[in-house]
C-alpha cells in the first residue's frame, strides 16, 4: 500500500516475465503440439492481467523454435469492417514472414478470402429491398417479375459462393499441412518432445472489439478456419464476451442457467484460466528489479526470506 509503478513497456518475452508464466505456457503448448485440432481454446482473465505480454513473450517463444504461430490483434483490426479479411490477411503476412510457405499459395489463400466478402449474397437481399421500395402498388407484377430474376441470379451466385468457401477451407488447410511438415523437418522440440505442431493462430485483445465484429469473428473461425491441423487461442475477458452475446441476442442468465455461455461453448471446445500470480512475488520482483529509494527505516528483505525471486541480492 502506497507504492505504485507507472506503467512500463517491455520487450515481451519470458526473460522479462514479472510474473512467471513460462511454465503455465509450455503446459499449455504441450497439449496443443500433441492434438493437431481443428478446436479453439478460451484463455480466460480479467482486463489488465496480462494476457497480450503473455501471448507476445509466448509467440516469441514458438517462433524461435520455427513453430508455426500467428499473432492477431482483433482490436486493431476492429474499424477494417470485416474480418474474415484481416485475419486472413494477417496470417497471410505472418507465415511469409516467417518463411514457411510458398508465396503462391498464400497469395491464392488471400485472394480467395477477398472473393467471398466481395460476393457475399447479403449484397443480394440489399438489392431486393431497394427493389420492393423502388415500385409501388399496382405495379405488382413487374416486381414480381424482376424479383424473381434477381433471385436466380442470387441463388446462382450463392452456390458459386459457397464453392468458394469451400475452396478457402481446402487451400487453409493445404497450408497447415505445409506448416506442420516443416515443424516436422525440425529437431524434436525441448519443451513438449515432439516435433508435431498444428498452424498455432492467438487472437488477442476480442473483448474490446464491438459486439458485430466479435460475433462475425467466431462463426469465421468455426466455419470458415475449422480445419485439420489449426488451433486457435483466443484470450479473452469472459464476463466481457458474455456481456456482448447478451448485447446482440438479449440472452442472458435465467434461473442459474447461463444461456450466454451455453451459445460461446458453440465456438469454444476448452476453457483454460491464465494462473492468478502471486501478488507479493510481483511486488517484490518490481522492487528488486528498479531498487526504488526507500525512507529511512523502510523494511529490508534478507536471503532468509521465504519469497526467493530471481535476483537474490537484499536491497
Same mark, same amino acid.
Given at each position: 500500500?502506497?507504492?505504485? &509503478?507507472?506503467?512500463?513497456? !517491455?520487450?515481451? +518475452?519470458?526473460?522479462? *516475465?514479472?510474473?512467471?508464466?513460462?511454465? %503455465?505456457?509450455?503446459?499449455?503448448?504441450?497439449?496443443?503440439?500433441?492434438?493437431?485440432?481443428? /478446436?479453439?481454446?478460451?484463455?480466460?482473465?480479467?482486463?489488465?492481467?496480462?494476457?497480450?505480454?503473455?501471448?507476445?513473450?509466448?509467440?516469441?517463444?514458438?517462433?524461435?523454435?520455427?513453430?508455426?504461430?500467428?499473432?492477431?490483434?482483433?482490436?486493431?483490426?476492429?474499424?477494417? #469492417? =470485416? $474480418?474474415?479479411? %484481416?485475419?486472413?490477411?494477417?496470417?497471410?503476412?505472418?507465415?511469409?514472414?516467417?518463411?514457411?510457405?510458398? $508465396?503462391?499459395?498464400?497469395?491464392?489463400? @488471400?485472394?480467395?478470402?477477398?472473393?467471398?466478402?466481395?460476393?457475399?449474397?447479403?449484397?443480394?437481399?440489399?438489392?431486393?429491398? #431497394?427493389?420492393?421500395?423502388? /415500385?409501388?402498388?399496382?405495379?405488382?407484377?413487374?416486381?414480381?417479375?424482376?424479383?424473381?430474376?434477381?433471385?436466380?441470379?442470387?441463388?446462382?451466385?450463392?452456390?458459386?459462393?459457397?464453392?468458394?468457401?469451400?475452396?478457402?477451407?481446402?487451400?487453409?488447410? @493445404?497450408?497447415?499441412?505445409? @506448416? +506442420?511438415?516443416?515443424?516436422?523437418?525440425?529437431? @524434436? =522440440?525441448?519443451?513438449?518432445?515432439?516435433?508435431?505442431?498444428?498452424?498455432?493462430?492467438?487472437?488477442?485483445?476480442?473483448? !474490446?472489439?464491438?459486439?458485430? /465484429?466479435?460475433?462475425?469473428?467466431?462463426?469465421?473461425?468455426?466455419?470458415?478456419? #475449422?480445419?485439420?491441423?489449426?488451433? &486457435?487461442?483466443?484470450?479473452? *475477458?469472459?464476463?466481457?464476451?458474455?456481456?456482448?452475446?447478451?448485447?446482440?441476442?438479449?440472452?442472458?442468465?435465467?434461473? #442459474?442457467?447461463?444461456?450466454?455461455?451455453?451459445?460461446?461453448?458453440?465456438?469454444? *471446445?476448452?476453457?483454460?484460466?491464465?494462473?492468478?500470480?502471486?501478488?507479493?512475488?510481483?511486488?517484490?520482483?518490481?522492487?528488486?528489479?528498479?531498487?526504488?529509494?526507500?525512507?529511512?527505516?523502510?523494511?529490508? !528483505?534478507?536471503? +532468509?526470506? $521465504?519469497?526467493?525471486?530471481?535476483?537474490?541480492?537484499?536491497?
Amino acid at each position: 500500500q502506497g507504492v505504485c &509503478f507507472r506503467k512500463e513497456e !517491455r520487450e515481451p +518475452s519470458w526473460e522479462t *516475465d514479472l510474473l512467471g508464466r513460462k511454465d %503455465a505456457a509450455h503446459q499449455l503448448e504441450r497439449l496443443i503440439a500433441n492434438a493437431p485440432g481443428p /478446436y479453439v481454446v478460451a484463455m480466460t482473465s480479467e482486463w489488465g492481467s496480462g494476457k497480450t505480454f503473455f501471448l507476445k513473450a509466448w509467440e516469441k517463444d514458438l517462433l524461435a523454435r520455427k513453430r508455426p504461430c500467428v499473432y492477431f490483434n482483433a482490436w486493431e483490426t476492429d474499424h477494417a #469492417g =470485416d $474480418p474474415l479479411l %484481416a485475419l486472413t490477411g494477417c496470417i497471410t503476412h505472418s507465415l511469409k514472414k516467417q518463411n514457411l510457405i510458398k $508465396p503462391k499459395r498464400l497469395k491464392n489463400f @488471400a485472394t480467395s478470402a477477398s472473393k467471398i466478402v466481395s460476393q457475399a449474397p447479403g449484397t443480394f437481399s440489399k438489392i431486393l429491398v #431497394g427493389i420492393a421500395n423502388h /415500385y409501388t402498388d399496382g405495379e405488382f407484377e413487374e416486381v414480381k417479375e424482376i424479383v424473381s430474376d434477381t433471385m436466380k441470379l442470387g441463388t446462382d451466385l450463392f452456390l458459386k459462393n459457397n464453392a468458394r468457401r469451400k475452396g478457402f477451407t481446402k487451400q487453409l488447410e @493445404a497450408i497447415a499441412k505445409e @506448416a +506442420s511438415d516443416n515443424a516436422l523437418n525440425q529437431p @524434436a =522440440d525441448p519443451v513438449n518432445g515432439t516435433n508435431h505442431f498444428p498452424l498455432f493462430v492467438m487472437i488477442d485483445e476480442l473483448d !474490446r472489439c464491438r459486439p458485430s /465484429y466479435v460475433i462475425e469473428l467466431l462463426e469465421n473461425i468455426k466455419h470458415l478456419f #475449422g480445419v485439420r491441423g489449426v488451433v &486457435f487461442l483466443l484470450a479473452i *475477458d469472459q464476463d466481457q464476451i458474455l456481456g456482448v452475446i447478451q448485447h446482440t441476442f438479449g440472452l442472458c442468465d435465467t434461473n #442459474g442457467r447461463d444461456i450466454r455461455l451455453n451459445y460461446l461453448r458453440k465456438f469454444i *471446445d476448452i476453457f483454460w484460466a491464465l494462473p492468478t500470480p502471486d501478488p507479493r512475488v510481483f511486488v517484490l520482483q518490481n522492487l528488486l528489479t528498479r531498487r526504488p529509494f526507500l525512507p529511512q527505516g523502510w523494511p529490508v !528483505r534478507t536471503t +532468509s526470506d $521465504p519469497l526467493k525471486p530471481h535476483n537474490d541480492n537484499p536491497l
